[in-house]
Protein backbone atom coordinates (compact mmCIF):
# COMPACT_ATOMS: atom_id res chain seq x y z
CA UNK A 1 0.00 0.00 0.00
CA UNK A 2 2.78 2.76 0.74
CA UNK A 3 3.52 2.02 -3.05
CA UNK A 4 0.88 3.16 -4.45
CA UNK A 5 0.45 6.02 -1.81
CA UNK A 6 3.88 7.13 -3.26
CA UNK A 7 3.49 6.62 -6.72
CA UNK A 8 -0.05 9.02 -6.11
CA UNK A 9 1.85 11.91 -4.12
CA UNK A 10 4.83 11.46 -7.00
CA UNK A 11 1.64 11.69 -9.74
CA UNK A 12 0.34 15.02 -8.06
CA UNK A 13 4.04 16.64 -7.67
CA UNK A 14 4.85 16.01 -11.31
CA UNK A 15 1.15 17.10 -12.59
CA UNK A 16 2.19 20.53 -10.13
CA UNK A 17 5.40 20.87 -11.88
CA UNK A 18 4.19 20.69 -15.13
CA UNK A 19 1.50 23.51 -14.36
CA UNK A 20 4.24 25.96 -12.72
CA UNK A 21 6.57 24.98 -16.18
CA UNK A 22 3.94 25.77 -18.54
CA UNK A 23 2.38 28.90 -16.55
CA UNK A 24 5.78 30.10 -16.61
CA UNK A 25 6.29 29.42 -20.60
CA UNK A 26 2.92 31.49 -21.61
CA UNK A 27 4.56 34.16 -19.20
CA UNK A 28 7.10 34.19 -21.53
CA UNK A 29 5.28 34.01 -24.60
CA UNK A 30 2.93 36.80 -23.57
CA UNK A 31 6.24 38.98 -22.37
CA UNK A 32 7.78 38.37 -25.85
CA UNK A 33 4.52 38.91 -27.66
CA UNK A 34 3.79 42.52 -26.00
CA UNK A 35 7.12 43.61 -26.52
CA UNK A 36 7.37 42.83 -30.22
CA UNK A 37 3.84 44.62 -30.48
CA UNK A 38 4.92 47.36 -29.37
CA UNK A 39 8.45 47.29 -31.18
CA UNK A 40 6.69 46.67 -35.09
CA UNK A 41 4.46 49.84 -34.02
CA UNK A 42 7.14 52.36 -33.16
CA UNK A 43 8.22 51.11 -36.54
CA UNK A 44 5.51 51.29 -37.83
CA UNK A 45 5.05 54.89 -36.60
CA UNK A 46 8.66 55.94 -37.71
CA UNK A 47 8.00 54.36 -41.25
CA UNK A 48 4.63 56.11 -41.94
CA UNK A 49 6.34 59.88 -40.27
CA UNK A 50 9.32 58.89 -42.81
CA UNK A 51 7.12 58.36 -45.86
CA UNK A 52 5.14 61.70 -45.10
CA UNK A 53 8.08 63.73 -44.47
CA UNK A 54 9.55 62.35 -48.38
CA UNK A 55 6.58 63.34 -49.50
CA UNK A 56 6.19 66.76 -48.33
CA UNK A 57 10.00 67.36 -49.42
CA UNK A 58 9.69 65.64 -53.06
CA UNK A 59 6.30 67.44 -53.71
CA UNK A 60 6.58 69.48 -57.00
CA UNK A 61 6.91 73.86 -56.07
CA UNK A 62 3.96 75.61 -57.70
CA UNK A 63 4.42 79.05 -59.25
Known amino acids: ?3 ATSM ?3 HQFNGRMIR ?3 LISLMF ?3 RFVYS ?3 AWHHHQDKKESQST ?3 IEAPVQR
Open 1 to 3: MSQ
Open 8 to 10: RKR
Open 20 to 22: IIL
Open 29 to 31: FLG
Open 37 to 39: SIG
Open 54 to 56: NLT
